[in-house]
């Protein structure tokens, strides 16, 4: 976790005042305008501070420090100024959501612990941050892993579906990374209400009845709504929920900043979505990437961009073992069925230790048509280009 200091003044004595004073006391950068501090925190970040004088020219204390808000909102917010009035000092707080408010000339006996406490602040918010992030993903692992069970078709591509996002969301350099990782783990939770036949069909590539069309596409909303009242959840819901609008069907007022996020989230996970349907049919990577492409209007052409460059494995062993052979870690080659038919596991899903002990449960009661082939390494069937 970072400690770092961004002090922003457009007096270079003030700055070189201010590292003569700090630099053996806490690592900190400098910046001589709004800017450039901006710049800096976009290529050097993150900061768990920011210090920033009122009167700037161009861009002044207030506008930055409201600008770090909106982009960063985690670093700590700190206004230094010799404008001591009141007025100013108001404007600052409400505009910028300001964590101190001091005056020039400052002396290190005022500026060195309100730095420590500023610096502890950000600490104690991203801790807290981390353990509900951490707690949540592992929970919500849990549910995907249970689901999994009630249909390995649809709810195995949820760890496919998540490292396609969480590449496309790195790429694009996305705030809140999270959110759309476990929107992706929970995209097809509404599938959970649709029957067997139509999920499979869907993912077969086959063409849908009009009310077997209409049950698909209302499978987000119903996932959004099982969501709705899950605490700290409700990006995530709102992603979930608009999962399948078309690119070019956004209207233009939601396209505001409060909301950019959960639409840029959105057009992730249909993209994803679709490009995982199309690899389970067999598609190469770059073939399906050129089928999505076709689709004028439907995707963001910037996500579609990041996704061609997914990485996976080169060097993966293909092998068909015996159930008793099979170990946590290898994924499945092919659909793995019992002797009466029934699917236990699908091309593709990574093979857990809940999984795996299904797979004897089922090879024990029912029998499982062995030899079954698997993959050494994570994800191998998408690999090649067909």
């Known amino acids: 976790m970072t400690d770092k200091i961004l002090f922003v003044d457009d007096e270079a004595n003030v700055i070189q005042s201010m590292k003569r004073q700090l630099r053996k006391r806490f690592p900190m950068q400098t910046a001589l305008s709004g800017d450039e501090a901006l710049r800096k925190m976009k290529e050097e970040g993150p900061f768990a501070v920011i210090v920033s004088d009122m009167r700037m020219p161009g861009m002044n204390g207030i506008e930055l420090l409201k600008k770090v808000k909106n982009l960063y909102p985690d670093t700590v917010r700190i206004m230094l100024t010799g404008n001591a009035d009141q007025e100013t000092a108001i404007e600052a707080v409400n505009s910028g959501e300001i964590f101190r408010f001091l005056t020039k000339p400052c002396s290190t006996a005022v500026l060195v612990p309100a730095l420590a406490l500023a610096q502890r602040h950000y600490r104690l918010i991203n801790a807290e941050k981390e353990l509900l992030q951490q707690t949540l993903m592992g929970s919500i692992t849990v549910l995907s892993e249970l689901l999994s069970q009630a249909n390995p078709t649809v709810f195995s591509a949820g760890r496919r579906i998540k490292r396609y996002a969480t590449h496309a969301a790195q790429k694009m350099d996305l705030p809140n990374i999270w959110q759309i990782e476990v929107a992706a783990m929970l995209a097809q939770i509404g599938c959970i209400s649709l029957p067997s036949d139509v999920i499979n069909k869907r993912y077969a590539g086959l063409p849908l009845d009009e009310e077997e069309e209409r049950m698909w596409t209302d499978y987000p909303e119903i996932g959004a709504r099982l969501l709705d009242n ?142 079954v082939k698997v993959y050494m390494m994570q994800e191998a069937e998408d690999q090649d280009d067909q």
């Open 230 to 371: 899950i605490p700290r959840l409700e990006s995530v819901t709102k992603i979930i929920r608009l999962q399948q609008k078309n690119f070019d069907t956004f209207d233009e007022e939601l396209k505001t900043r409060e909301f950019e996020e959960v639409l840029v989230g959105a057009q992730i996970l249909k993209a994803v979505i679709d490009l995982d349907l199309l690899l389970h049919q067999g598609y190469g990577l770059r073939k399906a990437i050129v089928r999505l492409q076709a689709g004028q209007g439907t995707y963001n052409p910037e996500v579609l961009a990041v996704l061609g460059d997914i990485p996976f494995q080169d060097n993966i062993r293909h092998v068909s073992l015996a159930i008793d052979d099979i170990t946590v870690g290898m994924i499945a080659g092919e659909d793995i069925t019992a002797k009466n038919g029934a699917l236990i596991l699908p091309k593709g899903q990574k093979i857990t230790w809940s999984s795996l002990q299904g797979l004897y449960n089922f090879s024990r009661k029912v029998g499982i048509v062995e030899p």
